[in-house]
């Protein structure tokens, strides 16, 4: 049995979830750990059950919304206890934390940033600003594996999606408790790690002003999402919240446009696996364009206004 890690939020399924069940399949049937408050499995079940979930485990309590990290690690030890078996969650910065706990509750070892997972549970790893690929193993019943987004193309393989509960432990007074939380606006655009397509501005698109008008149009006109680089996200060009690269998140994007950025090696670990690379720059020299499939030599300011009027044009 391996358990995954259900990530949601507001009331949603996250696509990486499907991402983590199709990894999690290759070491034998997946039970979807869902933590939440009451109910919240129930609705989750079906897709979890298309998605590749032979079970879904409801891992409910009242103060769940209350609590930080030790609620999901509670459920995954308790369940590991009873019927050891590999755990899949998603990396990032909570999931790297739920999975150093839980790895010294089960006594088992952790493989970060995976991007692939082996029917004999090793793992592929990209490390080193994706440099190098590497594959490891870790010891114990229950090895950990944080799974980048965006790393693995969801293969859907539907299944019984049969719900069974488990009774969380009540809060202890030393956990950390949340006395408010106001959820994250979602814009009309696609959620960045899972758009088709992904526009990226840099630092050469100068201000926040050039992200409303040359990146965002251009993104709309595929239904596609924006990003930034670091280094724009530092200057205040753009929310950090759409950072791509080695301190944000993976893009892997059947289409990729990059504009007035350089190829910082940290940016380029966060998009590089993208199927199709179009980058605009006015420097020829710069990193970005040796993984470029198409790239164009020019002022972004010049280049992207009539690329959206052709593109406009031809759509008739």
Known sequence: MTYVLV?????????????LISAGRQLGEV?????GTPGTAEGFAAQLGQWGAEMVIAAESESVTERLIIPEVDALSMLAAGQPG???????????????????????????DVVAINPDGTASQSIFGDQYSVTAAVGGESPIYAVRGGAITPDAAPAAGALATIDLP???????????????????????????????????????????????????????AVGATRDAVDEGFYDGNYQIGQTGVTVSPDLYIGLGLSGAIQH??????????????????????????????GDVDEVVPQLIEEITNRRG
């Open 7 to 19: 990530k949601h939020s507001n009331g949603e399924l996250d696509a990486v979830t499907a991402e």
């Open 31 to 35: 039970s979807a750990v869902v933590v």
């Open 86 to 112: 590999p755990i899949v969650v998603a990396a990032g910065v909570a999931g790297s934390e739920i999975a150093g706990r839980l790895a010294a509750r089960v006594a088992s070892g952790v493989l970060n």
């Open 170 to 224: 009540d809060s202890s007074p030393l956990d950390a408790q949340v006395r408010s939380f106001i959820p994250a606006e979602r814009g009309d655009r696609p959620q960045l790690t899972q758009a088709p397509v992904v526009v990226a501005g840099g630092r050469g698109l100068s201000s926040a002003d050039g992200f409303k008008t040359l990146a965002e149009p251009l993104a709309d006109l595929f239904d596609g």
């Open 268 to 297: 380029k670990s966060g998009m590089q696996t993208a199927k199709r690379i179009v980058v605009i720059n006015s420097d020829e020299d710069a990193p970005i364009f040796e993984i470029a499939d198409f790239g164009v030599v």
